[in-house]
């Protein structure tokens, strides 16, 4: 017996230039802050290593990882950034006209902010068709 779920929506929120532009900000200084953290730190504990209570080297490794954490999270919200700017663009300049027939409508669970939500099951077509 084969049980095809149905496909999940996606929601589509466009990003704007100005929202794109604050996240690559925020997350440059992340990278760059944590990146020069990273090298601070990782330059110290090599420094340290011939210290004989050995205090400093594990707190510096724990530091380094954090701080290396901290520059992937900043590099990837660059990335990710530009990458839903690029979708928006291209969805854009390549959208398709189409018409909705809403088929049923049904109360779905509050959202974590406790906004209303509903369930639409829909029928899209082309515009043209």
């Given at each position: 017996?084969?049980?095809?779920?149905?496909?999940e929506p996606v929601l589509l929120e466009p990003k704007g230039?100005?929202?794109?532009?604050?996240?690559?900000?925020?997350?440059?200084?992340?990278?760059?802050?944590?990146?020069?953290?990273?090298?601070?730190?990782?330059?110290?504990?090599?420094?340290?290593?011939?210290?004989?209570?050995?205090?400093?080297?594990?707190?510096?490794?724990?530091?380094?990882?954090?701080?290396?954490?901290?520059?992937?999270?900043?590099?990837?919200?660059?990335?990710?950034?530009?990458?839903?700017?690029?979708?928006?663009?291209?969805?854009?300049?390549?959208?398709?006209?189409?018409?909705?027939?809403?088929l049923a409508v049904a109360p779905a669970p509050p959202s974590?902010?406790?906004?209303?939500?509903?369930?639409?099951?829909?029928?899209?077509?082309?515009?043209?068709?």
């Amino acid at each position: 017996m084969d049980t095809a779920r149905a496909r999940e929506p996606v929601l589509l929120e466009p990003k704007g230039p100005v929202i794109t532009v604050i996240a690559c900000t925020v997350g440059a200084a992340l990278f760059l802050g944590a990146a020069g953290a990273f090298a601070y730190v990782t330059i110290r504990t090599a420094a340290d290593l011939g210290r004989t209570d050995g205090r400093w080297t594990w707190a510096g490794l724990g530091l380094a990882l954090a701080a290396a954490f901290v520059a992937y999270a900043g590099l990837s919200t660059v990335f990710f950034a530009r990458a839903e700017r690029r979708a928006t663009l291209q969805l854009a300049a390549q959208g398709v006209d189409a018409a909705a027939l809403v088929l049923a409508v049904a109360p779905a669970p509050p959202s974590n902010d406790d906004n209303d939500q509903v369930r639409l099951l829909m029928r899209m077509s082309p515009e043209d068709a």
